[in-house]
């Protein structure tokens, strides 16, 4: 077991070896729509790529959650995978609209030898994700 300190060198750890193993500018928050992100998850046995959907408004939420579901078939022949959420509770308690692939592999943000694996499902899913992004954008947005 660590402490809270030791865990949280390692998680650190694990982001900087990230990008200074992969180093390159993700789409992440650069959506040009508030609320609309990709991020990248890794928790204690979890790592996940996700496109969240977390507008101030609600009812944009629900638009643009009904856009990207109207694309679901289109997303799942480049990631079979992928999740859609409509109701994907934070760590806060708020709901948001949440898709994502979990990485299926073994994984522990605290165990060094599981990194590797999950760090190329980032890249690869992420770079999938951003591209079906750009190629859906103007759908997408058009709420």
Known sequence: ???KE???????EFWTSFGKSFPRK????????KGLSFKFVAERKIALVCFDIETP??????????????LKTLLENELSEVIFDSSFELDNGKQIH?????????F????KNTWRDC?????ETMTTFELFYYEYEDIIKNI
């Open 108 to 111: 522990s943000v605290y165990n």
């Open 1 to 3: 077991m660590f402490s």
């Open 98 to 106: 949440r898709i994502y692939v979990p990485f299926e592999g073994k």
């Open 119 to 123: 760090y190329e499902f980032f890249v």
């Open 57 to 70: 408004d609600e009812i944009a939420n629900l638009l643009y959650y009904d856009q990207l579901l109207s």
């Open 6 to 12: 030791e865990a949280a060198l390692l998680r650190k």
């Open 26 to 33: 993700w789409l992440l928050y650069n959506t040009k729509v």
